[in-house]
């Protein structure tokens, strides 16, 4: 019976990974530099002093036409010396422009509501949010906006992590593996998924949605914008696979602050649409099975554990490759470990607790 189940998981499992393969490959047709729109960049920053200036400085390097790019930071009352950091490195920098939260658009709270305040005085008709613990390629914002065709609203980038060692090696290649299944739903227009640090929408659409200040509250902003801009039926969502657009982050430093991510992920994805559930309990039934199989050791559990791995090692490999990182799966096995445990163990947590503290905030 045990196997039986196992096989099942696992063939559902690739089924759903081909689907990522195909989903990740669609191209998609881009302007040329003399076409790019005026586009506004907007980071929120929160205590962000080990970080921010890596960020500022990535910034201070993109390549975009000349009087077409602004850059908001927004310093979300930090207690620490960000604001501070962010006034001496823009000074004389006329694109660079600095706010501090004062107010509280409509229910907002935390980093949704700093966006907010950004969007408000943002003059670009596209947006691109990144994060303060973030390091942009010179090209990002270029590339990105070079995707917005007239019936585009929203345009996905790949992230991925600072990789030192085998820990950060493990979520760097984590990163990936769960932005391949976003890219891949969204190219199908199912969206499913993005990443925040790395986002584009037109301003224009964004207003239609409603903007931030009238859709529920959630620690995820990013994946509530995407589900309502979808609901809107009238644009496309898409989710290049581009160098030129990737984005390097900063890891978790140890398990603690990884285990609050990956709940703060969680929590903030529980709206998903029904098709979001069925990826996650195939992939919580594929490692719980592996997870299991020491009590029911055969042949069989064998075969589909070989399997389920170079299932996962195809779909890494080719986007990995396509986006220069290829060197990272050097830690493959490390990350095939911490899948499978925090895939079993993540929605027993969210069941004994929903409470979040993210940047020394409860929500």
């Known amino acids: 019976m045990f196997e039986i189940i196992f096989l099942i998981a ?6 759903q990974s081909v689907l990522f393969i195909i989903g990740i490959r669609k191209k998609f ?9 005026e586009a506004s960049i907007i980071v929120a920053a929160r205590n962000e002093e080990e970080n921010i200036l890596r960020c500022l400085k990535s910034l201070d390097n993109l390549i975009y036409p000349e009087g077409k790019l602004e850059i908001i930071l927004v310093d979300d009352k930090s207690t620490d010396t960000t604001g501070k950091l962010i006034d ?20 907002l709270k935390g980093k949704t509501n700093a966006l907010a305040n950004g969007i408000e005085i943002a003059k670009g008709k596209i947006i691109l949010t990144t994060d303060a613990d973030c390091e942009v390629n010179p090209r990002w914002a270029s590339n990105i906006a070079s995707y917005f065709q007239k019936d585009v609203a929203i345009v996905n980038g790949f992230t991925t992590q600072s990789v030192y060692d085998g820990f950060s090696g493990m979520q760097a290649i ?11 739903t969204i190219n199908f227009q199912k969206p499913v998924s993005c990443i925040g640090n790395n986002m584009s929408y037109r301003k224009s659409v964004y207003l239609e949605a409603g903007g931030y200040e009238n859709l529920p509250f959630s ?23 581009d160098k030129n657009s990737l984005i390097t982050s900063t ?16 929590v903030g994805g529980l709206d998903i649409p029904i098709r979001g559930y069925s990826i996650i309990v195939l992939g919580f039934l594929t490692n719980l099975c592996l997870l299991l199989t020491p009590l029911f050791f055969s042949p069989v559990w064998l075969y589909l554990v070989v399997f389920k791995i170079t299932i996962d090692y195809l779909v890494l490999y080719p986007v990995h490759k396509a986006l220069g ?3 990272n799966l050097k830690y493959f096995f490390n990350f095939q470990v911490y899948y499978i445990i925090y895939v079993v163990l993540i929605p027993f947590a969210i069941a004994a607790s929903r409470k979040i503290i993210w940047k020394e905030r409860e929500y």
């Open 10 to 15: 696992v063939c559902g499992y690739f089924i």
């Open 29 to 37: 047709s881009q302007l040329s530099e003399n076409e790019l729109p």
């Open 88 to 107: 001496e490195f823009i000074s004389g920098k006329s694109n660079f422009k600095k706010i501090v939260t004062k107010k509280e658009i409509g229910r």
């Open 174 to 184: 984590d990163f990936i593996y769960l932005l391949t299944a976003a890219a891949g």
């Open 219 to 241: 620690v995820t902003e990013d994946f509530n914008l995407l589900q309502a801009i979808y609901k809107l039926k009238k644009y496309k969502i898409i989710f290049p696979l």
């Open 251 to 266: 890891p978790c430093k140890n398990m603690r602050e990884l285990y609050s991510q990956k709940k703060r992920w969680s």
């Open 325 to 327: 990182i290829q060197k």
